[in-house]
């Protein structure tokens, strides 16, 4: 230390007051400067730390908050679903206390929808046939009404659909022929409906057929109703070209109020069934002319 302090001393008596001054004054000033300046860096950044802190503690509580919120909504739903489930229970028991009995006409819908399309036998409250064929279950309504369809063919010269009410009539689901089920009729219901000519239920809405020419007159039958002046004919005529068919044309009182383009079978068999329906209407065989030079058989009622 002797040693030291003798060449400090040497040194400074040797060198001037500004060089020490500069040597030694230098790094106090620049470290002062430095200190201070990182000083006040050092309070901006502890400030921005707080802040931060300050903020992240806020959203600690939101998240939290917002948790209880959530929470809490889906505590309130499950309340909510738990009451509308006791409330549609007493809805279904409330709709089963209060459920109308069916209607006799309701379940009689129920069963004739079963069996749309398929072939009925018919019969009046005495027991007696609609026809050997019975009748085509065609439709049951939304009112409850059923329609029974009778094409046109052997049995009958034109269709036609007879209504009834479902709880007019009585029900048999046991075959019968060859009918599925067995009906009946107790009463009607409004007047019977005309299909023209159809052979289905799909045919009865159809158009009728453009006129076809007709061929020479080859016979003809009158018939008048006692006790009144009105008269029905029946004319047959043979075919002709453009028209491979006969034509039997039906007339009251001189009008023409049908005609039918059939075959030799055909024609045969709906001018004895013509006859039969007027016959039943009261009307009886008035004379005819003209003689079948086709060989057609047709009987003629007197």
């Known amino acids: 230390m002797i040693h030291l302090w003798d060449a400090a001393r040497l040194w400074l008596w040797i060198h001037p007051w500004w060089h020490a001054a500069i040597l030694f004054g230098s790094p106090v000033v620049i470290s002062t400067v430095l200190g201070l300046w990182g000083l ?37 739903q499950t309340e909510l679903n738990k009451l509308q489930g006791e409330r549609n229970e007493s809805l279904g028991q409330i709709a089963v206390g209060v459920k109308k009995d069916l209607t006799l006409a309701e ?16 019969t009046n409250p005495d027991g007696t046939r609609w026809s050997a064929m019975g009748a085509v279950i065609a439709e049951v309504n939304a009112d409850n009404i059923l329609q029974l369809f009778m094409p046109a063919g052997n049995w009958s010269s034109r269709a036609t659909g007879t209504c009834v009410q479902c709880d007019k009539l009585h029900i048999v689901e046991t075959a019968k022929g060859s009918c599925k ?24 809405h159809g158009t009728s057929t453009s006129p076809r020419p007709r061929g020479p007159h080859i016979f003809n039958t009158n018939y008048r109703k006692a006790g009144a002046a009105a008269k029905r004919g029946i004319y047959i005529y043979a075919p ?9 044309v039906t007339f009251e009182n ?8 059939c075959g030799k079978r055909e024609v045969e068999i709906k001018f004895a069934v013509l006859q039969l329906e007027w016959y ?17 058989f047709l009987f003629t009622r007197t």
């Open 40 to 76: 006040r860096h050092s309070k901006e950044a502890n400030r921005l730390n707080r802040e931060a802190n300050h903020i992240r503690e806020e959203q600690k509580t939101s998240v939290a908050e917002i948790a209880e919120l959530q929470a809490e909504g889906v505590k309130r």
């Open 107 to 122: 379940k009689n819908a129920a069963k004739l929808r079963k069996y749309i399309g398929e072939w009925a036998s018919v």
């Open 181 to 204: 089920v067995q009906i009946t009729v107790l009463e009607r219901y409004g007047p019977t409906i005309e299909y023209g000519e159809a052979k289905s239920w799909a045919e009865r």
């Open 240 to 248: 002709i070209a453009g028209n491979p068919d006969y034509s039997l």
């Open 254 to 261: 001189m009008v023409e109020t049908g005609v039918h383009y």
């Open 280 to 296: 039943d209407e009261g009307y009886r065989y008035d004379g005819g002319s003209g003689g079948s030079s086709e060989q057609l």
